[in-house]
């Protein structure tokens, strides 16, 4: 009997995770040990234990140190704000500016050989989407996608690993400029999700002690229910940020992703939101004086609806519900192409390994552009109007990073 127990002390102490293989995991970079054999996939606990020794606790330390707590919580709304409105003017600046050398550069080689113009073009776009696929399948797999379904699971009290590390910060960013300047048919705003809330969660655990970024007095926050709350106003930043719309923010933080929800945290949520749009805000007026590069006038919004038409006559009414029904038809059929594409993807071919997800990535672009490319030789070219006209005449390519066509415009 006693021969048996030493056995089974011994199991399970084989069983334990050492020193070093604490080292070599993830969990050294946020702090966090995770479960036993380190399983990808872990449960948050978010409700507050309220025993004896948790009141003795909050007892001990006192008024004054609530109100500090408080006040901690708004400076670092404050800061999550901040950071991710700096980090969507960098994504926006850089693609932009991006895009609008590629454009410059190609309008440039056309005059001369239209060939030529199209193997710059293209090989423009394969060089960022390759760095951009590079990055992430070499140094952060896990800012793969828009990370908008990670980040639910989260804030729903599923901690999946390596979502908000440091690394996947840096992908996330590096990987939205180059597939975003490269001319692949996605954009940056769900990625300005997952951006906010990986600031957020470094800022709540003091940075990342594995890249020698982080700061003792910042790690205030060690609970899982605190950070919850810094990710919802980071995940609300992200909108914010994406689309300038701070109570869009606030609601796509209430309706989509988190279903832990308090009055306090709807203000601090707003708070962040308001403070992202007046970074962006700032960005905006700062880069309209020429000190951009090829900042153009939709930057940092992509919807601008603006200069739209302000009403409608009811004969309009029937020609817009059927193209409703179609829309959504056609959307049906995407989400169910995108079922498949994705099983199969999956399935057969990331199986495979990195190398076959970056040539996969090179072949999207090179279809891409092709098709980005050529489509406008269908199209006749039309003079721009004169200059008495109220229509104005479309800038040259490359004088600001908006996407345009090459060959339906005649440059006087």
């Not at 001990?60 to 708004?74: A, D, E, I, S, T």
């Not at 056309?110 to 696929?133: D, E, H, P, R």
């Not at 229910?225 to 810094?230: A, F, I, P, S, T």
């Not at 490359?398 to 996407?403: A, F, I, L, M, S």
Request: charged share 15%; hydrophobic share 45%.
């Amino acid at each position: 009997m006693l021969s048996n127990g030493v056995e089974t002390a011994k199991l399970i102490w084989s069983r334990l995770p050492n020193a070093e293989d604490v080292s070599d995991a993830d969990g050294d970079e946020d702090g966090v040990l995770r479960s036993g054999g380190f399983d990808s996939v872990e449960s948050l606990d978010y409700e507050v234990i309220e025993n004896y020794a948790y009141r003795q606790e909050q007892a001990r330390r006192g008024r004054l140190y609530v109100w500090y707590y408080v006040g901690v919580k708004w400076f670092f709304a404050l800061l999550i704000g901040i950071g991710t409105g700096l980090a969507a003017v960098l994504i926006n600046i850089s693609v932009e500016n991006f895009a609008g050398w590629k454009y410059s550069l190609t309008f440039t080689i056309i005059q001369k050989s239209y060939v030529a113009g199209f193997v710059v073009y293209t090989m423009f776009n394969l060089a960022l989407v390759f760095s951009s696929v590079y990055i992430i399948t070499q140094f952060a797999p896990a800012a793969a996608g828009s990370g908008i379904p990670e980040i639910k699971g989260y804030l729903n009290g599923i901690d999946t690993r390596g979502i908000l590390l440091f690394r996947t910060l840096i992908g996330k960013i590096s990987g939205s400029i180059g597939s975003v300047g490269g001319g692949l048919a996605l954009g940056k705003e769900g990625p300005l999700v997952h951006t906010g809330a990986c600031i957020a969660s470094l800022l709540g655990q003091g940075g990342s002690t594995k890249y020698h970024l982080s700061s003792r007095w910042l790690q205030i926050f060690k609970s899982d229910r605190d950070r919850r709350d810094l990710v919802t106003c980071g995940c609300a930043a992200g909108v914010a940020a994406a689309f300038r719309a701070p109570v869009g923010g606030v609601l796509f933080a209430l309706e989509e992703v988190t279903s832990w929800w308090r009055s306090q945290l709807m203000w601090r949520v707003f708070f962040t939101s308001a403070v992202v749009a007046v970074v962006v805000r700032t960005a905006m007026g700062w880069c309209k004086s020429g000190k951009c590069g090829h900042f153009g006038s939709g930057g940092f919004i992509i919807w601008d609806v603006s200069d739209g038409q302000e009403d409608y006559s009811f004969a309009e009414l029937l020609p817009m519900a059927i193209i409703g029904v179609i829309g959504g038809l056609l959307g049906a059929l995407f989400n169910q192409l995108t079922l498949y594409i994705t099983y199969w993807r999956r399935n057969h071919l990331h199986k495979k390994g990195n190398r076959v997800k970056i040539v996969e990535a090179c072949l999207i672009s090179l279809i891409t552009s092709i098709i980005s490319f050529g489509l406008p030789l269908f199209r006749k070219c039309s003079p721009c109007p004169d200059s008495d006209s109220t229509i104005e005449c479309p800038r040259r390519p490359g004088t600001y990073g908006n996407y345009v066509n090459f060959l339906n415009l005649i440059w006087s």
